[in-house]
């Protein structure tokens, strides 16, 4: 399936008895991680391992998604316990896309998971300087907060 999607012309793939609503590779990709999505929310060791297996697979085929990468920060955290390795793909998936504030909120976060608080600040500052999002603001803020309480 997904080198058949890769060698395709737009257009040329149906899904559901229509047309994609992306280009194959993006849409292929987004599809894997909904599958991979699946099993992580299993929060079990079969469930864990086939989302460390799937992502893989994502990053390894399709690495200009910033999903992917997004995805991995989850595994390298959650799963096997390094915060250093979660923000490294979490840097990458920013590099992909830089205008998506949940990423940049999310290494803020892990920076300050792992001790980087004026890291995490200035991640969060990013947030809510720039991205636009209420919720994802106030959320920022919040953190900085409980930072500067010593709480994180």
């Known amino acids: 399936m997904v080198a058949h999607a890769k060698q395709a012309k737009p257009g040329s793939l149906r899904w559901m008895d229509g047309p994609l609503d992306a280009e194959p590779g993006e849409?292929?990709?987004?599809?894997?991680?909904?599958?991979?999505?699946?099993?992580?929310?299993?929060e079990n060791e079969f469930g864990d391992q086939a989302f460390g297996a799937i992502v893989g697979l994502l990053n390894k085929e399709f690495p200009e998604f910033a999903v992917g990468w997004n995805d991995q920060?989850?595994?390298?955290?959650?799963i096997k316990r390094d915060t250093?390795?979660?923000?490294?793909?979490?840097?990458?998936?920013?590099?992909?896309?830089?205008?998506?504030?949940?990423?940049v909120f999310n290494i803020a976060k892990f920076a300050a998971l792992s001790g980087d608080k004026p890291k995490a600040v200035a991640w969060f500052t990013k947030v809510i300087e720039k991205s636009g999002d209420e919720d994802l603001s106030a959320n920022a803020k919040e953190e900085i907060a409980a930072l500067e309480k010593g709480e994180s």
């Open 73 to 78: 920060a989850l595994y390298q955290h959650f």
């Open 27 to 42: 849409f292929v990709a987004d599809k894997v991680h909904a599958y991979g999505a699946h099993y992580y929310r299993m």
């Open 84 to 103: 250093k390795a979660a923000i490294a793909a979490l840097e990458k998936a920013h590099a992909l896309s830089p205008d998506d504030y949940l990423i």
